[in-house]
T-cell receptor, first 113, second 116 residues
Framework: DAKTTQPNSMESNEEEPVHLPCNHSTISGTDYIHWYRQLPSQGPEYVIHGLTSNVNNRMASLAIAEDRKSSTLILHRATLRDAAVYYCILRDVGWAAGNKLTFGGGTRVLVKP | DAMVIQNPRYQVTQFGKPVTLSCSQTLNHNVMYWYQQKSSQAPKLLFHYYDKDFNNEADTPDNFQSRRPNTSFCFLDIRSPGLGDAAMYLC???????????????FGPGTRLTVL
């Protein structure tokens, strides 16, 4: 899996949007961009994924640059429950055995009341 | 709710004493994974089962073994735990019904292992 680069941490105020950047300059044409988050003392949970077009779901939005070398996860209105480590992960479309997740450093998001 | 269950949530063992962690799932997924997460680090895959086929990561120590007696259950055995094996152990599942590259992994809450 190609590597991703994320800031170590970000702070946000409650009820405000949070934009989490991810750089993946070596992304290949067959890599999907996935985001997972890990709340304190819990296992990671899926947030969103995309390939080329921007994506929205109930948790977040994913904005993908036209050249696909970067993407941004957008939490529209941060709540205290959104405080977590957010991981940006690239996954090849090929069905490699088990299709494993290779976690990078992630971004620790702190939400202030 | 369908889910991934890990027992126990906290496990204390002694140096060198074998320990087994368990994972069960009600999702009927064919792939099950074990990740190790040390303090302040990202999860790292140890191995996974694709149906009954066991797939070990190249850098997983021999001290770690796994068993999957049926679709629902998977076990992580640590034969001789060392102090460096203290970590959170995460079980995850995924199903093959999704398109390639887009499958979602569902994680359990983890078992925190302490080695004394």
């Amino acid at each position: 899996d190609a590597k991703t680069t994320q800031p170590n941490s970000m702070e946000s105020n409650e009820e405000e949007p949070v934009h989490l950047p991810c750089n993946h300059s070596t992304i290949s044409g067959t890599d999907y961009i996935h985001w997972y988050r890990q709340l304190p003392s819990q296992g990671p949970e899926y947030v969103i994924h995309g390939l080329t077009s921007n994506v929205n779901n109930r948790m977040a939005s994913l904005a993908i640059a036209e050249d696909r070398k970067s993407s941004t996860l957008i939490l529209h209105r941060a709540t205290l429950r959104d405080a977590a480590v957010y991981y940006c992960i690239l996954r090849d479309v090929g069905w490699a055995a088990g299709n494993k997740l290779t976690f990078g450093g992630g971004t620790r998001v702190l939400v202030k009341p | 709710d369908a889910m991934v269950i890990q027992n126990p949530r906290y496990q204390v063992t002694q140096f060198g004493k074998p320990v087994t962690l368990s994972c069960s799932q009600t999702l009927n997924h064919n792939v099950m994974y074990w990740y190790q997460q040390k303090s302040s680090q990202a999860p790292k895959l140890l191995f996974h089962y694709y149906d009954k086929d066991f797939n070990n990561e190249a850098d997983t120590p021999d001290n770690f073994q796994s068993r999957r007696p049926n679709t629902s259950f998977c076990f992580l055995d640590i034969r001789s735990p060392g102090l460096g094996d203290a970590a959170m152990y995460l079980c995850a599942t995924s199903g093959r019904e999704r398109a390639r590259g887009t499958d979602t992994q569902y994680f359990g809450p983890g078992t925190r292992l302490t080695v004394l």
